[in-house]
């Protein structure tokens, strides 16, 4: 297996410069010490990270309190690879940024925002969110988002979207419980501009695009005692779904994970899955699928030991199978100074894929798609990661998995501009090497600086000629500079190359351009209510495709204001 000498120069670089981060980080004045499962970087600032609370299981997210002063925190973790992932690049049309639509410039305490925008390619943009504590033990909250294009990059209102959602949900602190609660409607709607322009001219209106209707529930309960030597959290949710194509689909998903601390050095951890799905097209599809994971964790100063295994059973109705899976939970890490850790481990999974989450990466999808889990059967890894605990902290990672059912996007041979899911790994399983990594740079705070990188070769794929609109290299750089507390300026750099779409019309597999997108967003805060921003994507202009004949938008921006309170 070789990597073409663009992915070797690039990940050359990055390691020599994680390395060379490392060895800065060790010349410096070290405090405290580097916890096995997170790092965690706190300061007073004013340019917000979603919080996240480490705690004894990993990972799990604990409801913000809003009562306490924000953390600005990175969590290292073993990455899962997702079936059905396809790394994204968000080019645009969604403003803020995740997260920004929660909270204002100055923190929580204007957790009342409203936005309002507007832009070329006739950009629409409304978001708000309206929240209240009627005491000092509980929050709630209400989310709206609108979010559209009237026109796109192929045959103007033929290639527009639209995106519409609200969500209502609520927190409750207790000194035992922590409650959380949320129920939401969304609908996505995307043409199939993808086809001949010509197609455009013979088609009424309403039948060139699909629509998608989600409604959603989550509940979760978890302990509220930090220092207990019992902890957990346990939720459930319900997704409904249906589409323009007269698809319809329920998931029904609960998980709860526990931690039973014995001494100092030794916990007992578990986990359990349970998701049940029916996907209605012609035909109706029930599957399942359980999971149960018991393990033991043990640390000393220097060594820490995770070891347990993973028990999965899937059934498919129409498929006739009722399998069950067992894979080993390994995983080593080492404390070769207070600045560095070396880790390595091995295990497996499958992963459960829905319409749902296949529509979320690729909306323009066929009806009565193929849905089938994707079955890692294989993992291997290793890698280091480090911080010196207060301006940087990095991962460097190396991954060797084989997959059954590994799933790809592919245009339907019967109308090109609508997509399929086909598989890879079934005789052969299919195999994936997997080099990664993560610096996240603080110089004060003022500045933040995020890169990560992706570098993937596949194997093995059976009749597949490439692992079709899979990329070879994902590369993201993200910054936020603040200057005198009044201007956030946010650079981002999004690189990809090594797509491969495969054109039915030929049956070929086609190799499409790297893809290049530069963002730029600038927000002036005018008071600490009212700001103003600017945000400009897609900086060269260039129409790339992320899937085989769908443009993305060239230059686009959007000029917004919003109001916290």
């Known amino acids: 297996m070789r990597f073409n000498r663009t992915a070797k120069k690039v990940l050359f670089t990055a390691t020599f410069g994680l390395c060379l981060g490392a060895f800065e980080g060790f010349a410096q004045k070290r405090e405290g010490s580097i916890q096995d499962e997170a ?16 705690r004894g299981f990993d990972p799990l997210e604990e409801a913000q309190d809003l009562r306490k002063d924000r953390k ?23 403003d803020p940024r995740e997260g920004d639509e929660l909270t204002s ?19 629409t943009l409304m978001n708000a969110h309206f929240g209240f504590t009627p005491n000092e033990n509980s929050f709630h909250g209400l989310y709206i988002n609108h979010d559209a294009n009237r026109r796109g990059p192929v045959a103007t209102s033929f290639s527009g979207r639209n995106e519409n959602e609200i969500k209502v949900y609520s927190k409750t602190f207790t000194p035992s419980y922590l409650l959380n609660g949320s129920i939401g409607y969304k609908r996505v709607e995307a043409n199939w501009y993808g086809r001949p322009e010509e197609q455009f001219n013979n088609m009424a209106n309403g039948t060139f695009g699909v629509y998608y209707d989600r409604f959603n529930y989550v509940g979760s309960i978890s302990s ?101 899976s067992l894979f080993p939970v390994v995983k080593l890490d080492y404390k070769a100074a207070n600045f560095i850790h070396f880790f390595a481990g091995l295990g497996g999974d499958t992963y459960f894929n829905t319409l749902s989450q296949m529509a979320a990466q690729n909306p323009w999808l066929k009806n009565q798609i193929d849905l089938r889990n994707t079955a890692q059967t294989a993992n291997v890894f290793g890698g280091f990661k480090g911080s010196n605990e207060r301006s940087f902290d990095f991962e460097f ?47 004060n705070e003022r500045f933040l600086s995020v890169l990560k990188y992706d570098i993937n070769q596949y194997e093995n794929l059976g009749s597949l000629e490439k692992a079709y609109h899979r990329p070879a290299m994902n590369i993201s750089f993200t910054n936020s500079i ?69 443009p993305s938008q060239g230059l686009n921006y959007t000029v917004s204001v919003a109001y916290s309170f």
Request: no cysteine.
């Open 39 to 54: 790092i965690e970087v706190e300061k007073t600032r004013k340019i917000e990270l979603q919080p996240q609370v480490s």
């Open 397 to 443: 990672k190396f991954m060797y998995s084989e997959f059954s059912n590994l799933s790809f996007f592919v245009p339907s041979t019967a109308d090109s501009s609508k997509y399929t899911v086909i598989y890879a790994g079934d005789l052969k399983k299919a195999q994936v090497m997997n080099f990664s990594g993560q610096f996240n740079y603080q110089l």
């Open 105 to 123: 410039s100055y923190g929580p305490k204007f957790k009342n925002v409203f936005k309002v925008g507007a832009g070329n390619y006739g950009h």
């Open 224 to 324: 509220a005692k930090k220092d207990a030597k019992f902890d957990y959290i346990a939720t459930s949710g319900l997704t409904m779904m249906s589409t323009s194509q007269n698809e319809r689909e329920w998931i029904w998903d609960s998980k709860i994970q526990t931690v039973l601390t014995i001494n100092d050095n030794l916990s007992a951890h578990f986990s359990g899955d349970m998701t049940m799905s029916e996907y209605a097209s012609l035909e109706n599809n029930r599957r399942e699928l359980y999971r149960v994971k018991p393990s033991f964790f043990y640390k000393n100063d220097r060594v820490s030991v995770h070891a347990g295994i993973n028990v999965v059973n899937e059934k498919d109705k129409l498929k006739g199978i009722n399998t069950t």
């Open 72 to 94: 600005m925190k990175y969590d290292l973790v073993d990455r899962k690879w997702e079936g059905t992932s396809l790394p994204k690049i968000n080019n645009s049309i969604v």
């Open 482 to 550: 603040t200057f005198k507390d009044k201007i956030i300026i946010s650079p981002d750099v999004f690189y990809m190359n090594g797509l491969y779409g495969l054109n039915p019309r030929t049956n070929t597999a086609v190799a499409m351009k790297d893809i290049i997108d530069l963002n730029l967003k600038v927000n002036y805060l005018i008071t600490k209510k009212f700001n103003a921003a600017v945000s400009a994507n897609n900086l060269l202009g260039k129409n790339y495709e992320r899937y085989l004949f769908y």
